[in-house]
């Protein structure tokens, strides 16, 4: 099977796999390469799957849509993390969270000042009027 991750931004991994798991509203599931075509919506977790004679591997996925069409299974999330092993993974979505955590303070500081800045212009505009 070739497994396919799209992020809005690229294709963040294209690989032969032997098998790969997922959780979907309903509960996990399992794909292996001869299973019946479907659709399916997938919820925040990880998607697990094996390329041929390595360990497991993972990958945090938001929601996303995961497709299986004859031997190509292609899954599109908002966003996707990928690992070697959990630990890591835990690892890069935690420093990755932090990350966006301090970007949406700035940007809320910014937009507090821009707010402020417009109060202050218009307060100037109902005085000369």
Known sequence: MRLKVWIP???LFD????K????AENGWFC???RHIDFVTVLVPGILSFQRPGHAPEYAAVDRGTLVKCGPDVSVSTRNA???PDL???RDTIADRFRRVQEKE???????AKLEAELVRQLVQVERYV
């Open 9 to 11: 931004t690229e294709l």
């Open 15 to 18: 690989e032969e796999v032997t």
């Open 20 to 23: 790969v798991k997922a959780e």
């Open 31 to 33: 794909i292996l390469p």
């Open 81 to 83: 993390v990928r690992g």
């Open 87 to 89: 630990n890591t993974l």
């Open 105 to 111: 303070r700035v940007s809320r500081l910014l937009e």
